[in-house]
């Protein structure tokens, strides 16, 4: 018996599921359905962000990420991070329209 338990592992893992549910159920999906409705305007779609420098420091890991996944045999992939601060500009609304 230990004096001071480690729950690090517990945490560790716990994180891992979070992030993954994440991924699996609103970034994997939302990333998809963008590339499949952009199609060939996808960097047409880019565009906006690209052109304005505040919105390219804030917006800039989610278009790599989907420029990223509409190559042929990749798939998205965020880490929880990348997850967290996508998700944080959805009240900025200068951003969301």
Do not use: W
């Amino acid at each position: 018996m230990y004096d001071k338990p480690d729950f690090s592992p517990v945490i560790l893992e716990l994180c891992r599921a979070l992030e993954n549910e994440f991924l699996m159920k609103i970034f994997d999906k939302y990333t998809r359905n963008v590339i499949h409705r952009k199609g060939r305007e996808l960097e047409r779609f880019f565009t906006v962000d690209k052109s304005a420098q505040f919105l390219t420091r804030k917006t800039g890991q989610f278009i790599q990420a989907i420029r990223k996944a509409s190559k042929p045999m990749d798939k998205p992939e965020y880490t929880l991070g990348q997850m967290n601060t996508i998700l944080s500009l959805t009240n900025d609304s200068n951003l969301v329209s």
